[in-house]
C-alpha cells in the first residue's frame, strides 16, 4: 500500500493554524447565526445558479421599487445579498480547506491503522510461534477485537 503521508505538520504550523482559526470565530461569531436541522431544512437555498437571479431581482428591486410590495424590505434585501456575498467568499475557501483537512486525516488514520494491524499481526503470529517477549505485548493489544456480548453493548 502506498504511503502518501510522508511529512510532519511541524508543531508551529499546527498551533499558529490552531490560533488563526480561533481568531476567526472570534471574529466572525458575532455575525453568524446557527439553525437547527428543521429550520435548515425549510429555507430556500440560494446557490451560484440562484445567485444570478437574486441579484438581477435586486438590482430591479432598487430602480423599479414601485413594483416591491410593500411587505418587502427592501433595505433588508440588498443588506442579506451584501452578506451572503461576504459571506460565500469566506465559505469557499474553508469548505476547499476543510476538504482537503479530511481527505488528509482520513488518510494519515487509514496509514496508521494499516500500521498497526501489520504490527498486531506480527506480534500475534510472534505469540503463537512462543517467541519471548510477544505474549505480553499480544495479550495488551487482543482486546480490541475482542467479541462483546450484546448485554454489554
Known sequence: MENKITNQLPDEVATQALSNINETVTLLSPYLIALNPQERQSLPKMSDGTAPFVEKCLDYCQSNPQFAPPYLDSEGFKSDMGMWKQLIAVLRPLQQLMQNLDDTTTEAG???????LTYYNSVKQAAKLSVP???????DLKDRFAKRSSAQG
Do not use: L, M, Q, V
Request: hydrophobic content about 30%; overall charge negative.
Open 110 to 116: 487509514s496509514e496508521s491503522y494499516t500500521a498497526a
Open 133 to 139: 517477549g510477544s505474549k505480553a505485548i499480544y495479550e
